[in-house]
């Protein structure tokens, strides 16, 4: 089936907005610089409307911002800034596990359960794309599950701006790994309806998930100093 133009415009926005994000927080693309329309399109071979809506969302994710006679720019992401922005999905994921452990339907909780499966088989294979997708219905399952409209709204405005963050930590195989030992935590409590343990291991999968993202950041870090001094 062929798809329709706002969706194929859609799926390449999407495509150029997973580029650049990734290469922001590799830091091929330095904090300062500035994203220019016209040149991005001629790298991508699209035209100036993916790339406008693809600079839109990494606006929208805190990686860049407009400013005045200047455009997009990429912003300074700090170490800090990572911590407490993984710190706040933390406490929010939390407490939608503590209230999903007793309010998810049968069919929800099942749900949880088999996407769990899936993602230890695609942890196998190492397919960190297909991983991230799943993880990210996983996740959301967990908001829908508390079933309190104000907290999934605010879960899911946070998970937004980190999801360039939680897709970068996932595509390390031993990663994968231990994400699924930190999920079959999670589903256990989830299923024994208990509620403490929902919590406590949601917030310690996301403090091992920032780890992750600071441990490579670190050492990109490292390397790139070591360059320098070549």
Known sequence: MLETPANAKKSRSDFV??????????????????????SIAAQFGVSRTPVREALHILCGRGLAEREPYKGVVVIQISAQRI???????????????????????M???????SMHREMNALADEGDHEAYNEINTRFHSLLFQGSHNSDLIS??????????????????????LKRSCREHQQIVDAILDQDPKAAENALRRHLVSAA???LLKRQRQEDEAAAKSHL
Not at 17 to 26: G, P, S
Not at 83 to 105: K, N, V, W
């Open 107 to 113: 069919s929800e909780r099942a749900e949880l359960e």
């Open 154 to 175: 605010a879960a899911q405005t946070l998970r937004l701006k980190l999801a360039p963050f939680r897709k970068y930590q996932l595509k390390d195989k031993g990663r």
């Open 17 to 38: 907005a997973e580029q650049l994000e990734e290469a922001v927080i590799n830091g091929d693309i330095p904090a300062g610089s500035r994203l220019d329309e016209t």
């Open 211 to 213: 780890q992750e993202v």
């Open 83 to 105: 911590d407490e922005m993984f710190e706040a999905m933390a406490e929010l994921e939390a407490t939608c596990g503590r209230l999903s452990s007793h309010r998810m339907t």
